[in-house]
């Protein structure tokens, strides 16, 4: 079924730079249906744009998945982004 | 019949609508609520434009707005870990066993202050509006925003960082983006999120130097030094970012310091270093308290004091001309101050 990368970007301390950054992975077939449908309505939803976050300092999620085309990237935002996919992220100083 | 209630997330009430494990009628049910749910997100949006429209005009008309009270009431909710606001109401934050209550009341009533004393401001929206704050929001959550209405703090992973009501400069960070709203109405995209961001940086590292009283020479102008964990400091970080040199080593988020190296759609957190590096130069040059002038100019321009006409998608250039017709227009016999502020700007090339 494969895997999600989850990246979470910008916040108030800027996460996506190059030293700074958030992400996990989160296996599909650990998440229950719904989650699965709305993580499948994310990449749908977010396929041609992206949206810039509803209030300041709100964090965005970056998803990537493989397909058979290759590498597919959507950027969704916090409130969007289900609950066990946002938990999936540890932060990291590089 | 089932209640509409905003409360609930639309990523909720997305994942209902489509749970084949529910009845046809529940999940029509969650339909209907989102369908409410986004005319309310639009209803929003419209008011705040309206929020900006009466400004303007009542501004224009020479009309202040009508005070709901002298000094704001501040109030804090307890999250407890879930990401629900405002969360459970907390009696008496001032002599609670919480040390993030105490410190978040604390705080917030000193940039209240910070605004009422030097620039006779009456909280963010100049009416005495409630000042809301909620702590301990979400997991191990690396992040404060302020989210239209109220401010909200994370308590960090207690690694990378720690509790965020731990940075005085990230209260007054939040709390500005509430001014910006009632006041430029500035969206946090491109140039004009760079500018909102940096306006927010601006006042909270004024409101950190006003604190501790000291000048533009004794500052640190670090942004989020307070709020380091040991895994950043470990690495030799000593801040989020540096508003005098923005893409220095010890920052842990670099930004850009040159209009040269904007592009559209550049993250807010990075495009914000132009504006941070024009205002630090600008007062280095003038010296002083950093509210003494410099920070009069640019509440001037902020609130439209010396003209200024509320633009949400605001251009950086537009913004440093207004501050150097600013500096004309509220000093117009200090030569040199005018001088600092061009030369403030030519140099990240505005």
């Known amino acids: 079924m494969g895997e999600v990368r989850v990246e979470q970007l910008g916040g108030f301390v800027g996460f996506g730079g190059p030293h700074l950054k958030s992400w996990g992975v989160v296996n599909l077939s650990s998440l229950s249906q719904a989650d699965r449908a709305a993580v499948e309505a994310l990449f749908q939803r977010y396929r041609t744009s992206s949206t810039a976050p509803a209030h300041p300092d709100q964090f965005r999620y970056r998803l990537s998945r493989q397909t058979a085309a290759g590498t597919e990237t959507v950027e969704a935002p916090e409130h969007e982004v289900p609950d066990v996919l946002k938990a999936s992220v540890s932060a990291r100083v590089e | ?350």
Not at chain 2, 157 to 162: K, N
Not at chain 2, 306 to 329: I, S
Request: hydrophobic letters at 40%.
């Open chain 2, 1 to 350: 019949m089932i209640s509409t209630c905003t409360i609930v997330p639309e990523s909720v009430l997305k994942r209902f609508a489509d749970d084949p494990e529910l009845s046809a009628e529940l999940r029509q049910h969650f339909r209907n609520a989102l369908a409410i749910d986004a005319q309310m997100r639009a209803v929003r949006q419209t008011a705040t434009q309206l929020t900006l429209e009466a400004a303007r005009v009542n501004q224009l008309a020479g009309f202040a707005p009508t005070a709901v009270a002298a000094a704001p009431a501040i109030t804090l909710f307890d999250c407890k870990h879930s990401t629900a606001l405002p969360g459970a109401p907390i009696a008496n934050p001032g002599s609670s066993p919480d040390a993030t209550a105490k410190r978040t009341l604390t705080e917030t009533t000193a940039v209240a202050q910070f605004y009422q004393s030097l620039f006779g401001r009456n909280s963010v929206d100049n009416a005495g509006m409630t000042l809301m704050s909620s702590i301990h929001y979400g997991v191990r959550y690396n992040n404060a925003f302020w989210n239209g209405s109220q401010m909200t703090y994370g308590d960090g992973d207690g690694s990378v960082f720690v509790d965020f009501t731990l940075g005085n400069d990230v209260i007054g960070h939040e709390l500005t983006h509430g001014v910006t709203q009632h006041t430029l109405g500035l969206i946090y995209a491109n140039e004009a999120g760079g500018l909102n961001e940096s306006i927010s940086d601006v006042f909270g590292s004024m409101f950190r130097q006003w604190q501790a009283h000291q000048d533009v020479k004794k500052a640190d102008w670090l942004i989020g030094h307070d709020i380091l964990g040991q895994a950043a400091k470990a690495k030799g970080f000593t801040c989020l970012r540096d508003m005098g040199n923005p893409d220095a080593p010890h920052c842990l988020a670099p930004q850009v310091k040159h209009f040269s190296q904007y592009h559209g759609g550049m993250d807010p957190h990075i495009s914000s270093g132009i504006p941070n590096l024009a205002f630090y130069k600008i007062t280095q040059a003038v010296g002083e308290h950093s509210w003494d002038t410099v920070g009069k100019l640019w509440y001037g321009v902020i609130t439209g004091a010396v003209g200024t006409v509320p633009r949400p998608n605001m251009l950086m250039r537009e913004f440093a001309d207004a501050t150097r017709a600013a500096a004309k227009k509220l000093f117009p016999a200090n030569a040199a101050l005018a001088s600092a502020v061009d030369a403030g700007w030519k140099a990240v090339g505005l």
